[in-house]
C-alpha cells in the first residue's frame, strides 16, 4: 500500500485529494489544525487513514508526524497543500498580521513540512514531493501582495530543492504545483466573491488532478514549476 501525506486536508483541494488517494487504495496521513476536525475525518475514512491534529506553523508537531508516517515505511508522496489568502486590499494598508498569516503558513509551513519529511525521504531515496504552489506565485494579482509574495517564494523555494536533490543525487523529485484555472473552494470564494461558483469544483476537479500527480509527477518524474494541465481532465481511462 502507498503512503501520501497531505496538510490542511479538512476541506477545498486537501480534502478532495485525501477521499481520492484513499479511494486509490493509498494510506492517508492528513492534517488539520483541530483536534476535532482530525478525530472526525478519522470517523469518516475509517482505517488505515490517519488524520493528526498538526498546524504547518509548527515544525515539532510536523517532524513527529514524519516520525510515525516514516514508520510505515518508505513515503511515496508528500503534498504540502495548507493555505491561506488574504482579502484584496493594497499592500500598503495590509496589517502585519496578514502578512505574517501568509508568509508563516504558505511559505514557513511549506519549509517546515519539507524539513520534517525530506530527510527520511532522501535517506529511502524514494519519493515525491508536492508543493501547492498557483497561477498567483508566477503572475501578481491585485490586492494579493501577502498571498502572491508567499506563493512566488514557494516557487523559488521549490526551484532550488530541485537543485539540492539533484546535486545529492537524490531519486526524491519536488514539484511546485499549480491546481490550474481554479477550483471554487472556500479560498477562491475569498478572493473571487462575484465569480468563484464559475469554477470547476474540487470533487470535478481531483480526479484529473490525481491523475496527472501519478503519471507525470510519480511516474515520469517531472519535476519543478508544473500546472494540472486542462487535458487532465478529459477523463480518459483509469
Ligand atoms: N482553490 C484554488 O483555485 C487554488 C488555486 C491555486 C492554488 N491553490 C492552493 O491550493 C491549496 C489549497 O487551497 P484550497 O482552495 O483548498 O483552500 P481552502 O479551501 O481554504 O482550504 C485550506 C486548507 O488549509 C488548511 N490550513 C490553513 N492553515 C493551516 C495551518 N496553519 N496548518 C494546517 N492546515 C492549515 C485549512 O484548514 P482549516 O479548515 O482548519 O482552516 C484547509 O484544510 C492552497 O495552498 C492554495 O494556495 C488553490
Aim: glycine share 12%; proline share 6%.
Amino acid at each position: 500500500m502507498k503512503t501520501v501525506v497531505i496538510t490542511g486536508a479538512t476541506r477545498g483541494l486537501g480534502r478532495a485529494l485525501a477521499t481520492e488517494f484513499a479511494r486509490r487504495e493509498y494510506r492517508v496521513f492528513g492534517t488539520t489544525r483541530k483536534a476535532g476536525d482530525a478525530r472526525d475525518l478519522e470517523a469518516d475514512f475509517g482505517p488505515p487513514h490517519r488524520f493528526h491534529a498538526v498546524d504547518s506553523t509548527d515544525p515539532a508537531g510536523l517532524a513527529k508526524l514524519a516520525e510515525e508516517v516514516g514508520s510505515f515505511g518508505p513515503i511515496d508522496l508528500v503534498i504540502a497543500n495548507a493555505g491561506v489568502i488574504n482579502t484584496r486590499k493594497p499592500a500598503w494598508v495590509i496589517p502585519r498580521d496578514v502578512w505574517e498569516l501568509n508568509l508563516g503558513v504558505n511559505l514557513q509551513g511549506m519549509i517546515n513540512t519539507i524539513q520534517a519529511f525530506l530527510p527520511a525521504m532522501i535517506e529511502a531515496d524514494h519519493g515525491t514531493f508536492v508543493g501547492m504552489s498557483s497561477g498567483w506565485g508566477r503572475a501578481p494579482s491585485r490586492g494579493l501582495g501577502p498571498y502572491c509574495a508567499s506563493k512566488f517564494a514557494v516557487e523559488g523555494l521549490i526551484g532550488c530543492l530541485v537543485l539540492d536533490l539533484a546535486e545529492a543525487g537524490s531519486a526524491v523529485t519536488a514539484v511546485a504545483l499549480d491546481p490550474g484555472g481554479g477550483v471554487n473552494t472556500d479560498m477562491l470564494a475569498d478572493c473571487l466573491p462575484e465569480e468563484h461558483g464559475g469554477f470547476r469544483s474540487a470533487e470535478d476537479w481531483v480526479p484529473g488532478a490525481v491523475r496527472y500527480i501519478e503519471t507525470a509527477l510519480v511516474r515520469d518524474r517531472v519535476q519543478g514549476s508544473q500546472e494540472v494541465p486542462e487535458s487532465a481532465h478529459d477523463g480518459g481511462p483509469e
